[in-house]
């Protein structure tokens, strides 16, 4: 069964320090991977999208790794800040379809001052 | 820019009643998605198109209908509104450009239902 497992399911952190948000997935055959933040109450944004060939990804703060071998990504924030507290999902598609997406449970986030 | 628009955001109904949640983007794309969200549990799929006159059944499509009249609307009726779908609700659009899956999702803020 396609699944994408996320962990920690929620973390807290003093705002400046790094943190790494975990993404297992069992999806194959294996398309692309992509990293959302999702604040409260508002729509899924997107931080990076990974095709199999890629294994690492930057947006600002935000670095995001790939091993399609282990299929495992991580999200890496550096420097966090109060308004990094969000939810962080991990979505992964297939190579077949158009239209799926699996998503997983998310990470909730909580940057403390 | 607009992006992806969806009304109304909040909405409360009593069991057995019906409504229509409408989606509207405005980036002429192509696919269209309606999934919904609960506690502990990832997006799932409800209904989508891949374009206008079409639409397909997700993954959890029982009890809600869809309508793609016009390319920049995807509307999601819900019959006869049972507890169960007391959820939040999120549109998403996407271009059809591309190799499968590769297009960026551009979700709405999402409309949060209560059925009592």
């Known amino acids: 069964k396609n699944q994408v497992e996320q962990s920690p399911q929620s973390l807290i952190i003093l705002e400046g320090k790094n943190c790494t948000l975990q993404?297992?997935?069992?999806?194959?055959?294996?398309?692309?991977l992509r990293w959302y933040k999702q604040d409260t109450g508002r729509g899924p944004v997107s931080l990076t999208i990974m095709t199999f060939s890629e294994n690492t990804k930057s947006n600002g703060r935000y670095t995001a790794t790939l091993d399609a071998d282990t299929k495992q990504s991580s999200l890496h924030i550096t420097a966090s800040q109060l308004s990094d507290s969000a939810s962080y999902i991990c979505v992964v598609s297939p190579y077949s379809g158009t239209y799926k997406y699996i998503f997983g449970t998310g990470t909730r986030l909580k940057v403390l001052a | 820019n607009a992006g992806v628009t969806q009304t109304p955001k909040f909405r409360v109904l009593k069991t057995g009643q019906s409504m229509t949640l409408l989606c509207a983007q405005d980036m002429n794309h192509e696919y269209m998605y309606w999934y919904r969200q609960d506690p502990g549990m990832g997006l799932r799929l409800i209904h989508y198109?891949?374009?206008?006159?079409?639409?397909a059944k997700g993954e959890v499509p029982d009890g809600y209908n869809v309508s793609r009249l016009k390319k920049q609307n995807f509307l999601l009726g819900l019959e006869s509104a049972a507890p169960s779908q007391t959820s939040v609700y999120f549109c998403a659009s996407r271009t059809g450009q591309g190799t499968a899956n590769t297009g960026e999702l551009f979700f709405g803020e999402g409309s949060r239902l209560t059925v009592l």
């Open positions: 993404c297992n997935y069992t999806v194959s055959p294996f398309s692309n």
């Open positions: 198109s891949v374009g206008e006159g079409t639409t």
